[in-house]
């Protein structure tokens, strides 16, 4: 997702900003990876932590609060989020084979943005709370309700787990349309649900 502050372990900690060695490149919509349904991961260990390592550079040189790893071409049911990453003491949160428990029934609208889809920033309805079970990234068995942003871009990122954009989300065509032709992007790439 295209930006509060929540405890982690450091296990998976790298520097913050922009300034970042090489790391995975961002899949942009109308890429097939980003429509292929996650994996769920059976083992957490060393390999999966380098790679939610690599995503949080990717992340972090993007400019961005949440990446999923379809994001980034690996097929595997890992989020990383950081809704603070200008503030190096906060660690971010690494969500492992994330599954929705319970969401609240009252709704918000709020423009989201997605790192898949550079410059494009529309309003989406979604459940203002969710509650969520998962791993972490020790493989710890972890629970956590969220409301606000952190509810939103939990969401926003476990929709790409199912090969779900945020743009299959909006409801104003109008400006939906315009926005992807604005930048460059076909309206046809865009799978729409309800």
Not at 57 to 85: C, E, F, K
Not at 123 to 136: A, E, G, T, W
Not at 184 to 194: E, L, P, Q
């Amino acid at each position: 997702m295209a930006r509060q502050s929540e405890r982690q372990s450091s296990a998976v900690m790298v520097p913050k900003g922009q300034d970042q060695p090489e790391s995975p490149r961002i899949h942009t919509l109308g890429a097939r990876e980003l429509r292929q349904p996650a994996k769920r991961i059976s083992k957490v260990n060393e390999s999966v932590r380098e790679l939610a390592r690599e995503m949080l550079r990717s992340m972090y040189s993007a400019q961005g609060i949440g990446l999923a790893a379809p994001q980034v071409g690996v097929h595997q049911q890992l989020l990383v989020i950081d809704l603070d990453p200008e503030e190096a003491s906060n660690p971010p949160l690494v969500l492992i084979n994330p599954e929705v428990v319970a969401t609240s029934g009252a709704l918000d609208t709020y423009e989201e943005g997605c790192l898949s889809i550079p410059g494009v920033y529309l309003n989406v309805v979604r459940p203002s709370q969710v509650d969520i079970k998962y791993r972490d990234e020790l493989g710890r068995p972890q629970r956590r309700k969220a409301d606000g942003l952190m509810a939103r871009c939990i969401l926003h990122e476990m929709d790409h787990l199912n090969g779900v954009l945020f743009v299959d989300r909006v409801t104003d065509e109008l400006s939906l349309s315009g926005e992807l032709e604005r930048l460059g992007f076909n309206r046809n790439d865009v799978h729409t649900v309800s």
